[in-house]
């Protein structure tokens, strides 16, 4: 340990020594002042004073010798600086609790610091991450329209580099129209308020939703805009087809109407309003039953159920209510459209269901004066027979006892008379089998070959005198009545029979095939054939081609053709220069 000690000279005008801070000590003890090098002193509050050079009122300056020791015998002052009172060495700072107290606290605010530094780093970091994910094109701009940021979908509306940051943003060659861009940044930066524009893709086809909102800082000062650019061109095409639609749906003549899951109506077409009276202001918005009668409220149950199910109903004939309280005929085809819309085409059918209601009193009335005709004829038909019989009898008496006072002519009229009475009584049988043929016989399980055998025995002479050659296929089993089945065979190969090329021997064959749930028999000849304009009306009652050349009264055909319809099936003819090919069909379930 080191000590410097004061001249003698200066130590007598002190009580006491001055004592110079050890090496430990140093760092610990108040700082001295002193003197400047010039010779001046300094004032308590630091102001320098300039020294006497007269030495008036002034101290000498000591002179400075090397400080005595031990070893050069100075034992006096040795004993005096160690006589002297020792100064209490100065307390440790960091001893000191006030000041640990607030170095922890200063290690807290630093680690706190150091923490929201680090946060807002990991923020920026996610944020910027989700600026270049969300492939959204988005540009930062200063208030006078310089280029602050940009993420990486934005070159593909924009030219930019990096290097293109600081530059305005009208120096930049844009893939889209930049209309009003400048007007609504500055319009922006007025309101503080978002602006929208729909622009349009210069170089492809394209829209993009330009959106111009104010940039602020974390301390909300406005420092420039972003823009966004969101790519609507998908929608733009979805609105061109709804509003091509919305025409279609429009210029249609068919209402159609859509309602959501509450039961309000959400669209309401030009075809509504003109079939019900209401307009789309009158009608969006108000309940579905608006045009349902009071005494149709059951219907909207079992709508509403089916279409909850996913099931649509297709053209529901009711009726609705118009504006001016009338009511409608109406087809309704009901649609679920998604589980919250459901849709309605209406279509009114007033004009048909009259004519409906006008057909259905027509038949009415034609099946009232068909019946009472039918009645009338089958009297009539029974009624005159008795007569006719009277008179054939009559002729038959008059003949047989008068013969021989009848000349040659007397027994020529005779002879008329007897045949016109036989003629006219065949036609009073067969119009009365006409009429009566549509009376259903019970139908049961039959054997068509064994039904047509019994038709050939009936014509066994016919087939005889003409020596005709009649072949067979194979015929079902049908559920038909024998009688009719008979008398439809019989008429027919009696047809082909009668109806023959002069001087042929006439070949008939007959044959059935299963067409979609009908039978279809055929009886085909190789006659004359009938000419293209009789082949609908020769199965009308009384109708003959041939005169009175081939006796017949010209109801075969007809009767069997009325046989045929009354059981649901239906008789037609083909032909050509081969002959005549008659088919009739019978329904293969009963």
């Known amino acids: ?31 001295q002042s002193h003197r400047p090098r010039d010779g001046s002193t300094r004032g308590r509050r630091g102001a320098t004073k300039p020294i006497d050079p007269a030495g008036k009122g002034a101290r000498p300056a000591p002179r400075r010798t090397k400080a005595p020791s031990a070893r050069d015998g100075d034992l006096g002052a040795l004993v005096e600086r160690r006589a002297a009172p020792k100064r209490k060495p100065a307390r440790r700072v960091a001893e000191d609790p006030l000041v640990q107290r607030l170095q922890s606290e200063l290690r807290s605010t630093r680690e706190s610091l150091q923490a929201t530094i680090e946060e807002l780093e990991r923020s920026n970091g996610d944020v910027q991450s989700l600026l270049q994910s969300t492939r959204i094109p988005t540009l930062c701009l200063t208030d006078d329209l310089r280029i602050h940021k940009f993420t990486r979908a934005t070159t593909e509306l924009f030219r930019l580099i990096d290097a293109d940051i600081g530059r305005p943003i009208t120096d930049i060659a844009a893939r889209i129209a930049n209309d009003g861009l400048e007007a609504d940044v500055r319009d922006v930066l007025s309101s503080l308020s978002t ?95 608006l045009t349902l009668p009071p005494d149709r409220r059951e219907e909207e149950a079992d709508i509403g159920a089916k279409l909850a199910r996913g099931e649509p109903i297709k053209e529901l004939e009711t009726e609705r209510l118009c504006k001016d309280g009338t009511r409608i005929d109406v087809s309704i085809t009901f649609l679920p459209i998604r589980p919250d819309l459901h849709g309605a085409i209406v279509r009114d059918i007033s004009k048909r269901k009259r004519a409906e209601r006008d057909l259905q009193a027509a038949n009415e009335a034609l099946k009232r ?67 009566s043929s549509e009376r259903k016989e019970t139908a049961k399980l039959v054997d068509s070959k064994r039904v047509l055998d019994a038709a050939l025995h009936n014509l066994e002479q016919a ?128």
């Open 1 to 31: 340990m080191r000590a410097t000690f004061r001249h003698p000279e200066s130590a007598s005008s002190n009580s006491r020594a001055a004592i110079v801070p050890l090496d430990g000590e140093r760092d610990n003890m108040p700082k």
């Open 195 to 289: 602006r929208q524009r729909l622009v349009e893709a210069r170089d492809r086809e394209g829209w993009f939703l330009r959106r111009v909102a104010p940039y602020c800082t974390l301390d909300d000062v406005v420092r420039g805009v972003v823009i966004t650019f969101v790519d609507v061109t998908d929608l733009k095409r979805s609105q061109a087809r709804e509003a091509e639609l919305t025409r279609i749906v429009d210029s249609s003549n068919e209402a159609i109407v859509a309602t959501n899951a509450r039961g309000e109506i959400v669209q309401w077409s030009e075809g509504a309003a003109r079939l019900f009276g209401w307009t789309a202001a009158e009608a969006i918005g108000r309940p579905s039953t």
């Open 463 to 590: 087939i005889e005198e003409a020596r005709a050659e009649v072949t067979v296929g194979d015929l079902p089993t049908i559920a038909f009545a024998e009688i009719p089945l008979v008398e439809i065979f019989q008429n027919l190969v009696g047809n082909a029979i009668k109806y023959r090329r002069p001087g042929t021997r006439p070949r008939i064959h007959v044959d059935a095939r299963l067409q979609g749930g009908l039978w279809e028999f055929s009886v085909a000849d190789d006659g004359p054939g009938v000419p293209s304009e009789h082949r609908e009306s020769i199965f009308l009652p009384f109708k003959r081609l041939h005169g009175q050349d081939i006796p017949g009264h010209g109801m075969g055909l007809a009767i069997a053709s009325r046989i045929v319809a009354s059981r649901g099936g239906r008789m037609w003819v083909t032909s050509d220069e081969k002959g005549a090919t008659f088919r009739f069909t019978i329904p293969a379930e009963p």
């Open 369 to 435: 004066s068909n019946e009472n005709l039918q009645q009338l004829s089958y009297a009539a038909s029974h009624d005159l027979q008795e007569p006719l019989r009277m008179i054939s009898n009559y002729v038959q008496l008059l003949t047989k006892s008068h013969a021989p006072a009848l000349d040659e002519k007397g027994r020529l009229f005779m002879k008329n008379i007897a045949a016109g009475t036989s003629r006219l009584d065949a036609l009073l049988r067969a119009l009365q089998r006409y009429w």
